[in-house]
C-alpha cells in the first residue's frame, strides 16, 4: 500500500463549478501537508499549506486536514481554465526533507 | 522572484552513457534536491544537500549520485544509464530545514534513455 492514495482523474468540470481534489494516507506520523499545483511542462508550485488538522482559506481555495480518517481535501470555488493543472498533495512528518507525495490529478476546467 | 533552472528540457541518451543533470538556484538557498517524477507514483527524492559538498540519500538513491561543489548549483549523475531511469527529473530548492519554508522547483528534464 502507497504511503499517500491520489485519484489520478482525469478529471474534467465546466468553468465556475466547485473541485474537490483528496489524498488518503497511511501514516499517522504526517503533520504537515500541503498541495503543488503544476502546469504542463513546468515544475509543481506550492498552492496550500496547512499543519495538522483544520481548515485553511485562501482566495477560491481551501485546504482541509482530517487527521482521524487520514484525509486531505483541497477545494477549488469558481473554478476557471486557468486552474486547468496536476494538483499533488504532499506530506511530512517533520522536515521538507521527508515529504511524500500522491502521484497527482490531472484537472480540466472547460470554458 | 525565486528561479530554479535546470540545464535541458529534453534529453536523450543510451544505455551505458554517463549522464549530468545540473541545476542552478538564484536565490541562495541551503537545501537543494533531486526528485524523479513518474506517471502513477508521484514525485520521489533521490538525493538532497544541506550545503555545500554535503549530500544525503532520499528514498531511491540507487544509480544516481550527485555533486554540490557550489552553493547554487547541484548536479545529479547516472553513472551508467539504464532504461529503467527514463524519467521527468526536478530538481528544488529551499531557503531552510524548516517545515512551512517552500520547495521551489525547475521547470524539469525529460530523460529518455533507449
Known amino acids: 500500500q502507497k504511503e499517500v492514495e491520489q485519484d489520478p482523474g482525469p478529471l474534467s468540470v465546466p468553468e465556475g463549478a466547485i473541485v474537490s481534489l483528496n489524498c488518503t494516507y497511511s501514516n499517522s506520523a504526517f503533520q504537515y501537508f500541503m498541495w503543488y499545483r503544476q502546469y504542463s511542462r513546468k515544475g509543481p508550485e506550492l498552492l496550500m499549506y496547512?499543519?495538522?488538522?483544520g481548515n485553511k482559506e485562501d482566495g477560491r481555495f481551501t485546504a482541509q486536514v482530517d487527521k482521524s480518517s487520514k484525509y486531505i481535501s483541497l477545494f477549488i470555488r469558481d473554478s476557471q481554465p486557468s486552474d486547468s493543472a496536476t494538483y499533488l498533495c504532499a506530506m511530512s512528518r517533520r522536515n521538507n526533507n521527508d515529504m511524500r507525495f500522491g502521484a497527482g490529478t490531472r484537472l480540466t476546467v472547460k470554458p | 522572484d525565486v528561479k530554479v533552472t535546470q540545464s535541458s528540457r529534453y534529453l536523450v541518451k543510451r544505455t551505458g552513457e554517463k549522464v549530468f543533470l545540473e541545476c542552478v538556484q538564484d536565490m541562495d538557498h541551503e537545501n537543494m534536491f533531486w526528485y524523479r517524477q513518474d506517471p502513477g507514483l508521484g514525485l520521489r527524492l533521490i538525493y538532497f544537500?544541506?550545503?555545500?559538498?554535503?549530500?544525503e540519500k532520499g528514498d531511491i538513491p540507487e544509480g544516481y549520485s550527485v555533486s554540490r561543489e557550489k552553493k547554487e548549483r547541484f548536479s545529479l549523475i547516472l553513472e551508467s544509464a539504464s532504461t529503467n531511469q527514463t524519467s521527468m527529473y526536478l530538481c528544488?530548492?529551499?531557503?531552510?530545514?524548516?517545515?512551512?519554508?517552500?520547495?521551489?522547483f525547475g521547470p524539469g528534464t525529460r530523460l529518455t534513455v533507449l
Open positions: 528544488a530548492s529551499s531557503a531552510d530545514r524548516g517545515l512551512g519554508d517552500t520547495q521551489y
Open positions: 496547512t499543519y495538522s488538522s
Open positions: 544537500s544541506y550545503d555545500v559538498k554535503m549530500k
